[in-house]
């Protein structure tokens, strides 16, 4: 990979942040964006604004065969077997809750089992327990190992004929931690169940192929993945989808409206209602071609790179605590950490001082650091435009760090 010619495509990263050349290290929370994608949603502003489906001006088809195109590079990126399986939403966020509220409402009853992990964020927790508490049915954890990780055996143990949902993060926006996701679907199917994932961390690292991991949903969000912010991907077995009601009500999403009652298009626009991100969605399709263009196992590789490279470094830091897997091929471009008495907000703090960029919080996964018995942690996460210079200044910056609250206290 040519690091240097992909980091010149990102404008943001050729700056200074009190006096420091930028080192941006919170990709987890949102990724940067290249040229590609701030020029295709400013020539669709520029050239050829319009909505799309309902007009049969010269714009209006533009705009059309612009975001259609659009589903049909999401399709590709993740290998769904029709556009009809691809919908788009707001982000990760609004997919969760509508399958909960569309296929979970209506498959979930009293007593089934629902079952996730203490890794979850909240967007693929609290869903769930509202659902849970609606049907009266049951919310299960699948327990971690000690390293942050999920053991097959414990899955086995966990999900019974009894369970009806199965919903996990492919990666960890904490730990870094990449699940067995095809393992766990075939787990559930054998069960009688469906299972949920949540790609939000995945989508923009590792290839994804929801066929050959036989999930049933799947969500994402582009702009954790060089996209634009406010569009997100739901993915659906279009079996599943077809029997599914829609959660948002009124127009585009119509078939046929009567006084008492209407009738929903097909697929995948039933889902779709109002006026959709065309703009956002456009904007995908430009993150996904820049992504493919470079190659998903490359970005991949070079994330392990960076991270085994970083778990090197870090773990010189004396009083640094590093949580999840310490092998860089079971996880992701991540690394969350504590410093002894040290407030992980401290931390960032002194850390943007040096233009430097980390993340600083529970990270909207408060059961997992319960869990961690922390209640905050700091996190330096990587994308395809970092570089070991940059990890390097990460660790300097922690040095001075330590040093200066050594000299406070």
């Known amino acids: 990979m040519d690091i240097k010619g992909i980091r010149e495509l990102f404008p943001i990263l050729n700056q200074e942040v009190n006096g420091h050349p930028l080192v941006y290290l919170d990709s987890a929370a949102t990724s940067q964006k290249p040229v590609q994608v701030i020029e295709a949603v400013e020539q669709y502003y520029r050239k050829y604004n319009s909505n799309v489906h309902r007009g049969v001006h010269t714009l209006g088809t533009l705009a059309t065969d612009q975001y259609e195109g659009a589903r049909e590079k999401v399709r590709r990126f993740i290998n769904a077997s029709s556009m009809e ?28 089992e629902i079952v996730i992990t203490y890794m979850e964020h909240h967007s693929n927790l609290i869903p769930w327990q509202q659902l849970a ?43 870094g931690t990449i699940n067995p996701i095809k ?38 969000s582009g702009h954790k993945m060089c996209g634009p912010t406010g569009i997100g991907v739901m993915y659906g077995k ?29 697929l995948p626009w039933k889902f779709e209602g109002g006026t959709p991100i065309i703009a956002g969605a456009i904007g ?30 870090m773990s010189e830091i004396e009083g640094l605590s590093i949580y999840g897997p310490r092998k860089s091929e079971d996880r992701a471009g991540l690394v969350t950490f504590n410093i002894q008495d040290v407030h992980p907000h401290d931390v960032a703090t002194v850390l943007d001082a040096e233009g430097i960029a980390v993340r600083a919080g529970h990270h909207c996964a408060q059961p997992l650091m319960k869990w961690l018995n922390v209640s905050a942690t700091a996190r330096a996460s990587f994308y395809l435009y970092n570089t ?4 390097d200044k990460l660790v300097q910056g922690l040095a001075k760090t330590k040093e200066y609250f050594s000299d406070v206290f």
């Open 85 to 112: 399986e691809i919908i788009f939403t707001r982000g990760t966020t609004t997919s969760m809750n509508t399958i909960a509220q569309s296929f979970g409402r209506e498959n979930v009853g009293e007593g089934d």
């Open 133 to 175: 508490k609606q049907k009266g049915a049951v919310l299960k954890y699948v327990p971690l190992q000690e390293d942050g990780t999920i053991s097959l055996d414990d899955v086995r143990k966990t999900i019974t004929p009894q369970t009806k949902l199965v919903a996990m993060a492919y990666v960890s926006n904490v730990l």
């Open 183 to 220: 393992e766990v679907a075939k787990i559930t199917h054998e069960n009688g169940g469906y299972l949920v994932v949540d790609a939000a961390q995945g989508a923009p690292h590792v290839r994804v192929d929801v066929q050959d991991l036989d999930c049933d949903f799947l969500a994402f």
């Open 238 to 266: 279009k079996h599943l989808l077809e029997k599914m009601e829609p959660v948002e009500f009124g127009g585009e999403m119509i078939d046929f409206v009567d006084l008492y009652d209407s009738t929903w298009k097909e």
């Open 284 to 313: 995908l399709g430009a993150a996904i071609d820049f992504l493919e263009e470079i190659g998903m196992d490359q970005i991949t590789a070079y994330e392990h790179h960076l991270a085994a490279y970083a778990l090197e470094k």
């Open 388 to 391: 070991e210079e940059d990890i």
